[in-house]
């Protein structure tokens, strides 16, 4: 066996076996078929969610699906795909059992607050156990019965985690024995007890994954969880839509109205699932994003890719996609939408997943399109290797902010003014990466410039480190409640970052309730150059009161809001909007409101042209490639491969907007221009672009080369590579 085989480019497909017909299902057409799509790692089902904890193998433990009979199809998936060189990781889910298991153990199930049990239907066809109970063991014990007697190259742990408050039995009994204290009944974010519990839940999942990956690992297996719509929430008008979706599968709508206790909760918090912790033992980074039941753009799964590649510090991330029309699985997205979705997960750094739901009876004009991507980028396997990104901006995700403030419906949320400042930067072709607070506090070296959108808890590492930042030259942009916190939550009477900001705060927030909240330029700066003086633009509707400091300088300000609607506007509150400031040997930008929650709600040009035009000047240095006569529907990516002493570039025309309707078409561009530096002062370099494997002709200066891509549709991968000689 290859050790950590999973370091190389995967391409996967998930088995899913619940409504097949166990009794007539070919495997060897089906495993067949995938080895001539270009698959090159299947997820088997071993342990199903429904009927909950139901094995595919012949198990001594779990109770065997009823029409298995004699047939083990965990060892024939295994058989087959090990004939074609595919690699099979066992499909376990961790979270459901079944009636019989619920009836004879009514103590293991997780609990509403209510009492009644966390299931999929009335009949309790798929129950949720808690592992906090004695459920825990049990399930070790059927893992170590697949690890044991199977062949897998790896174990993909699906679900494991909470679905409910838990209120159960168990979690009461350990949750009083740690704080003293009983289980809370109600969310109360400002709570010392209620940040308790979250985080307990948090230990309690991480500790139990880590469990199960010692359990299963070997040398050379790949062990990984699932980690829920990162960077999404389900709003109860989202719940209600699924619910109302799934009316002719009333079983569905028990276990929605049992979420609607954490409607509005940051999904992985509702979960339990603390990607940081688990990224640190787990081999491979998994994202379950199905952006539609979330109401995420098609961009959100690159986003949620460069989140992986930093909490996991550059371990794989495997990234589970639609497939099917959901909710009718048995249908296929449009080919548009199926190439742009692997194009954004490649071009981040990520590899796709799909789940064929129905494997006797799949739509084969999807799967088709999914074999021939995937047949492409098995021609490019060494240009997506090895990678390391071009360096230019860097956006913080603050945890910190997310477990505080995100899941409280009163306030503007980290998460969505992260996503807006993302978005206004992949419109924009500027290349950024996401960091933690863990990578904040080890330093940015080679980045430019700091975004922190809304991050409102920060702790004193983080200050001084955001500070040495923009001591030795960084620039930084920050909005809204940016270090108006402590770590805690704890309002403090001045941001933390106050002297670098070069603003004040005035102890107030100022909200507007309409839409007539605008705001006026005062100042013609590199980042209102596109306006003129006096013009007025919306403002963020609700932001910090501030009053500048020292040398810095406001560039708009708050006009108040008219009496009501289509009235003239209000009196010049001279409250600025926009902050510039020199701080030691870095430029500093102060939006108070925000801007990026904005951006990402209402699309204003001139908002991201605010944020691009921060970004640039704050750099105080050119970008390292330029983009022209492009869309602002075309992300760039750009990554160096150092041992072979090459770029990557890749375009995906995948910037839209649609998000509840599939993307059917996208029309093609043309000529896009591209400007780049090189190291070398007289460079010596190829363009070729693939899957075409066409050579496009470069122009060469000093340390730089132009070259353009002639087409692109969907995606696009560009390698850069040095002549040798």
């Known amino acids: 066996m290859q050790k950590n085989w999973w370091i190389k480019p995967i391409r996967a497909v998930t088995l899913e076996l619940p409504a097949a017909d166990i009794k007539t299902l070919n495997v060897k057409e089906i495993v067949g078929r995938l080895a001539s799509y ?59 059992g079944n009636k019989d298991l619920y009836e004879k153990h009514p103590g293991w199930a997780q609990r509403r607050v209510d009492g009644k049990p966390t299931a999929w239907d009335p009949t309790y066809t798929s129950v949720a156990m808690c592992p906090n109970s004695p459920y825990r063991d049990y399930f070790l014990n059927i893992v170590g019965e697949i690890s044991d007697n199977y062949d897998v190259d790896g174990f993909y742990f699906d679900e494991p985690c909470f679905q409910s ?40 999942i991480t500790n139990f994954k880590k469990t199960l990956y010692e359990k299963s690992k070997k040398d050379d297996r790949v062990i990984f969880f699932q980690h829920p719509f990162p960077l999404a929430f389900f709003s109860r008008e989202q719940l209600m839509m699924l619910a109302e ?19 509005g909760w940051y999904i992985p918090q509702i979960y339990g699932a603390e990607l940081q912790d688990v990224a640190e033992f787990e081999d491979i980074v998994h994202f379950e994003l199905y952006r539609r039941d979330v109401q995420r753009p098609l961009w959100w799964y690159g986003i949620c890719a460069r989140l992986g590649l930093s ?102 949320r980290h998460v969505d003014c992260l996503m807006g400042f993302c978005k206004a930067l992949l419109q924009e072709h500027v290349l950024f990466d996401i960091v933690t607070e863990k990578q904040l506090r080890g330093g940015l070296q080679n980045y430019k410039v700091l975004i922190l959108p809304n991050v409102s808890c920060m702790g004193e590492e983080e200050e001084k480190a955001v500070k040495s930042f923009v001591e030795n030259g960084g620039g930084l942009i920050t909005s809204y409640r940016t270090s108006l916190c402590d770590e805690k939550g704890k309002v403090q009477p001045e941001m933390k970052l106050t002297d670098v900001l070069g603003a004040s705060y005035l102890g107030q927030e100022k909200t507007v309730f309409g839409f007539d909240s605008y705001m006026k330029i005062k100042e013609i700066h590199p980042i209102t150059q596109h306006l003129t003086e006096s013009a007025l633009i919306p403002s963020t509707g609700t932001q910090l009161a501030v009053k500048t400091m020292g040398e810095a300088r406001g560039l708009a300000t708050l006009l108040e809001e008219p009496r009501v609607h289509y009235t003239p506007l209000g009196e010049d509150t001279e409250i600025p909007t926009i902050i510039v400031n020199q701080y030691s040997r870095g430029r500093v930008v102060y939006f108070p409101g925000p801007i990026g929650d904005r951006y990402l709600k209402f699309g204003v040009h001139d ?82 672009i693939f899957p075409d494997k066409v050579e496009a002709p470069c122009e060469k200066k000093r340390g730089l080369i132009s070259f353009k891509i002639p087409k692109l549709r969907h995606h696009k991968i560009v390698v850069v590579e040095r002549i040798r000689g």
């Not at 193998?57 to 699906?65: G, L, M, N």
């Not at 002719?248 to 929605?256: G, L, S």
């Not at 796709?352 to 995937?374: H, I, N, S």
């Open 311 to 412: 909490v996991g510090l550059g371990k794989p991330v495997l990234i589970l996609n639609m497939q099917g029309y959901s909710p009718f699985d048995l249908l296929s997205l449009p080919e548009a939408e199926l190439k742009l979705a692997i194009g954004e997960i490649i071009a981040n750094k990520a590899q796709p997943l799909f789940a064929m739901y129905y494997p006797d009876g799949a739509d084969k004009r999807g799967w088709e399109t999914v074999g021939q991507c995937f047949r492409e980028l098995r021609g490019c396997d060494e240009y997506l290797t090895d990678l390391e990104s071009v360096k230019f901006a860097a956006v913080l995700y603050s945890q910190k902010t997310i477990n505080r403030f995100d899941s409280d419906a009163k306030g503007t």
């Open 607 to 688: 908002h991201r042209r605010f944020i691009s035009e921060a970004v640039r000047w704050a750099a105080n240095a050119e970008p390292p490639i330029k983009v022209s006569n492009c869309s602002d529907t075309v992300e760039l990516t750009a990554n160096r491969q150092a041992h072979e002493n090459r770029f990557v570039l890749q375009l995906v025309n995948s910037i839209r907007s649609e998000i509840r309707e599939p993307i059917t078409h996208v029309s093609c561009e043309s000529n896009i221009q591209i400007d780049m530096k090189v190291p070398e002062e007289l460079p010596n370099y190829k363009v070729t």
């Open 245 to 263: 979706v799934l009316e002719k599968e009333p079983e569905m709508v028990t276990r929605f109205a049992g979420m609607q206790q954490t409607a």
């Open 38 to 96: 270009g698959v090159n790692m299947i997820n088997a089902f071993a342990i199903s969610y429904w009927p909950g904890g139901i094995a595919y193998y012949q198990s001594r433990i779990a109770p065997r699906h009823p029409d298995l009979r004699d047939r083990d199809v965990l060892a024939e998936v295994i058989d087959e795909a090990h004939k074609h060189g595919i690699k099979v990781i066992a499909y376990v889910n961790c979270l459901w």
């Open 165 to 204: 408050w838990c209120d159960c039995s168990n979690c009461r009994s350990l949750f009083r024995k740690r704080f003293a204290q009983e289980l809370p009944q109600k969310a109360d974010w400002c709570n010392p007890l209620w940040q308790e519990f979250i985080q307990w839940r948090y230990d309690v």
